[in-house]
């Protein structure tokens, strides 16, 4: 899959830089083309990079071509929606849901957008 206007596609090789060294929230798409369930949710998932570009950063990552990181975190079935922060697991998601779930989730794991937090 190539790279949209708010979802970039990595590899093994990129994702360290792309997301273990993200400091923000960054969504994680284990998926493959083959796959009809990654299919029904990429719109989904598009619409959650586009909604809310201030909150999360959305990447996806083909495992057909890209084993070493699904075997490094434990996916074994896919779409697997894998959230992370400052390089470390804080949530997941097996399996296809609808964008109110991925949405909701979201929101409880970042609920103000980038640089508007507490901590900044």
């Known amino acids: 899959m190539s790279d ?5 596609a990595v590899t093994d090789e990129t994702f360290a830089d792309e997301v273990e060294r993200h400091d923000g929230l960054t969504l994680v798409d284990f998926w493959a083309p083959w796959c009809g369930p990654c299919r ?3 719109p989904a998932l598009e619409r959650l990079a586009e909604r809310h570009a201030d909150r999360v950063r959305v990447v996806k990552l083909d495992t057909d ?3 070493r990181t699904m075997i490094r975190y434990g ?3 896919i779409p697997a929606l894998l959230f ?3 390089g470390e697991i804080v949530d997941r ?4 849901v609808p964008y109110a779930a991925l949405e909701a989730r979201l929101l409880r794991l ?3 957008p980038l640089g508007t937090g507490p901590e900044n």
């Open 84 to 86: 992370f922060r400052g």
């Open 93 to 96: 998601i097996v399996g296809a």
């Open 65 to 67: 071509v890209n084993q």
């Open 4 to 8: 949209t206007a708010t979802i970039t």
């Open 110 to 112: 970042a609920p103000a």
């Open 75 to 77: 996916v074994r079935g």
């Open 40 to 42: 029904m949710i990429a």
